[in-house]
């Protein structure tokens, strides 16, 4: 009797196995089939994020997202950790600051792209050599755009018990709609509502809407991610619905005859804004347009045997080319009505080897950066 009940167990468990193999081939192949990067069967390995600290994020009420480190990130080239900010070290004990804003090319947290050696702790390097008594408290977060820096610099750098002298914002690549949207989980959520929503994004949408958060896997690897992947598509189309301006939960949060915000106008608002809450903490506010790759004429590599022409190659997705170009024309034109806005895209160019992909510069890179916003701001000083 109990062989007869381990055999049918067995042959039902042999049944479902195999059934559960066969949807996560059907779904690996479909998801192959459409296009999508990054396809994993059977098992994925654990993201980066989740065994380092520096790296991991949380939702957040105001900003979208931050940093979860936990008081757990040892590995800050030159710096360490502060709460939601990076303290670079310096001889130099003094209270007068500088905030640094901006997104991963500003992060001190994330030591991916130019081994912590981003253009805030080069900056801080030069403030040491030429002797001026300044330290550099980095606040850049991956995937910031000019909307979090406000709302960073409007409910968080008040909290320092220091006075800053200057306000530094390197940004303008993450102000895209679409990529506000669409970074960090916001996937499904139609870009349209960027322009009648100016300080939400795609994580604020589906924690409030959904209640479902930036999430940190706590196992070694995830079983059947093709299968989870593929159900998360078809949940993002559901989505799509969900988050229509038609729907209800929207118009209750739409005004009659509401203004519509374009990026550029959006980001205007937003330094312009940040401007002003500079000047009530007695700082000085400058905004860089900051460079990337792809730009027409200054950050286009014409040297094929350079690694950086390599990235453009490779890496920079159909249609990026335009859609960057024209994002960039229309925030220039913001940036010339403003003596506090320096237009640096075309600073490292991708001559030979300063890009470590197509959207951050490496370690030398953003040691030409920060020269550049050092000689703008302190050279006539």
């Excluded at 710096?79 to 004990?93: L, N, R, W």
């Excluded at 994330?110 to 980095?138: A, P, R």
């Excluded at 229309?330 to 080897?353: E, M, N």
């Amino acid at each position: 009797m109990n062989s007869k009940i381990l055999k049918v167990a067995a042959i039902n468990s042999g049944i479902f196995i195999l059934f559960l193999l066969l949807i996560e081939l059907a779904s690996y192949l479909a998801l192959l089939r459409a296009g999508r990067n990054n396809i994993f069967f059977l098992f994925a390995p654990k993201p980066a994020e989740v065994d380092n600290p520096c790296l991991r994020m949380r939702t957040h009420p105001f900003l979208g997202h931050a940093h979860d480190h936990q008081n757990n990130c040892n590995d800050i080239a030159g710096g360490s950790s502060d709460g939601p900010f990076v303290v670079y070290d310096s001889p130099q004990e003094t209270n007068d600051i500088i905030i640094t804003l901006g997104g991963s090319t500003t992060d001190g947290f994330d030591t991916y792209h130019s081994q912590g050696i981003t253009w805030s702790s080069s900056l801080n390097e030069i403030l040491i050599d030429k002797g001026i008594q300044l330290k550099v408290y980095n606040g850049g977060v991956g995937a910031y755009g000019s909307s979090n820096e406000l709302l960073k610099l409007l409910t968080i750098a008040p909290i320092l018990d220091k006075n800053p002298k200057y306000i530094i914002s390197l940004n303008g690549i993450n102000d895209l709609h679409a990529y506000r949207f669409g970074a960090l989980g916001g996937k499904g959520v139609p870009h349209t509502l960027a322009s009648t929503f100016p300080f939400w994004t795609g994580v604020h949408f589906r924690s409030t809407v959904l209640e479902t958060y930036i999430s940190q896997h706590k196992s070694p690897f995830l079983l059947f991610p093709a299968t989870q992947r593929a159900l998360n598509f078809l949940s993002n189309k559901n989505h799509l619905r969900r988050y229509s301006l038609e729907n209800d939960w929207a118009n209750s949060l739409t005004v009659k005859d509401q203004k519509k915000f374009t990026a550029a106008a959006l980001w205007k608002y937003n330094i312009e804004t940040m401007n002003a809450i500079s000047k009530v903490m007695g700082a000085k506010y400058y905004v860089f347009l900051q460079p990337t790759m792809g730009l027409e004429k200054i950050q286009i590599p014409t040297d094929k045997n350079s690694s950086d022409y390599s990235i453009y190659k490779t890496q920079i997705p159909k249609g990026y080319i335009e859609k960057i170009n024209s994002h960039y024309e229309d925030l220039r034109q913001v940036c010339k009505i403003f003596d506090y806005c320096i237009d640096l895209s075309g600073t490292a160019p991708p001559v030979g080897d300063n890009y470590a992909d197509p959207r951050h510069h490496n370690a030398k890179g953003n040691k030409l950066i920060a020269k550049d916003i050092f000689d703008k701001i302190f050279q006539n000083q």
